[in-house]
């Protein structure tokens, strides 16, 4: 036997209307998660129980983002039924829209610096501590690709900074060696320049010495008293080795005592 139609009235009793409360309103959000995912609609459910409440539902988009949405398009719809018809009421309703929508954003912002939570639930909090968990880990993560960007970059400049030393040190080693070398080559030129002016010197030397000894001999030579022979009535100077072979005569004793002494 099959359950009777209920009658669509409000239910005065209390517990009986605050259980079927609870279980519609699963049902509820059960049915809204089956359509989204069956046919991939977004899907936003806002509940408030008699107490004031807050139960919501919302797809893989946020609440806001859908609550966005349905406010652009229902406000792109009655400006478009009240186009030819545009009065001053519409653009109070646009003041108060991006009034309520600032009030939201600076809410939101409060929120986030830890102000005003004492009027938020535990399930609110939750999502907060997981945006503030996210964002957190969205600039650490930012954080660390530009340290490394930037160690990186430091390790291309020491790199720069050792070949360009290693380029200046070898520059270096090479006009030391060139200018060692140029002074060797200054060096034995003054030594070679040197030679040359002493060799003719020497030369000039040796064959003026020579000269002086042999004109000194001459000279020498030319000193020798050699003894007086008296020969065939004359005197004559008696050569080397030749005096035991000389007569001589005709000179008076005292000359002949004399010259023997």
């Not at 669509?8 to 049902?27: A, D, H, M, P």
């Not at 070898?170 to 030594?191: F, G, N, P, S």
């Not at 007086?228 to 080397?240: D, F, I, R």
Request: aromatic share 4%; charged share 25%; glycine share 4%.
């Amino acid at each position: 036997m099959g359950r009777g139609k209920v009658q669509l009235k409000r239910i005065e009793n209390k517990i009986n209307r605050q259980v079927t409360f609870s279980k519609r309103r699963n049902g509820l959000l059960k049915k809204a998660h089956e359509i989204s995912v069956l046919c991939d609609a977004e899907v936003a459910v806002v509940v408030f129980s008699p107490k004031g409440k807050l139960y919501e539902y919302a797809t893989d988009s946020s609440m806001d983002k859908i609550l966005e949405r349905y406010e652009r398009y229902s406000y792109a719809e009655k400006a478009l039924i009240s186009a030819e018809s545009e009065s001053e009421g519409n653009w109070c309703h646009e003041y108060r829209k991006l009034k309520a929508k600032i009030e939201t954003i600076q809410k939101c912002h409060k929120h986030l610096m830890g102000e005003d939570l004492e009027c938020l639930n535990l399930k609110e909090l939750q999502q907060l501590e997981q945006q503030l968990e996210s964002s957190l880990k969205h600039i650490r993560s930012r954080k660390s690709h530009l340290m490394m960007e930037s160690i990186s970059e430091l390790q291309k400049k020491e790199r720069s900074l050792q070949e360009e030393n290693k380029a200046l040190q070898k520059e270096l080693v090479e006009r030391q060696k060139a200018a060692r070398q140029q002074q060797q080559e200054q060096w034995d030129r003054q030594t070679q320049t040197q030679q040359a002016q002493n060799q003719p010197q020497a030369q000039t030397s040796s064959s003026s010495s020579s000269f002086m000894m042999r004109d000194q001999q001459a000279h020498a030579q030319q000193n020798i008293c050699y003894p007086l022979v008296t020969m065939g009535g004359e005197a004559v100077a008696a050569a080397p080795g030749q005096q035991g072979q000389l007569r001589i005569g005709g000179l008076p004793p005292w000359m002949l005592s004399h010259l023997n002494a």
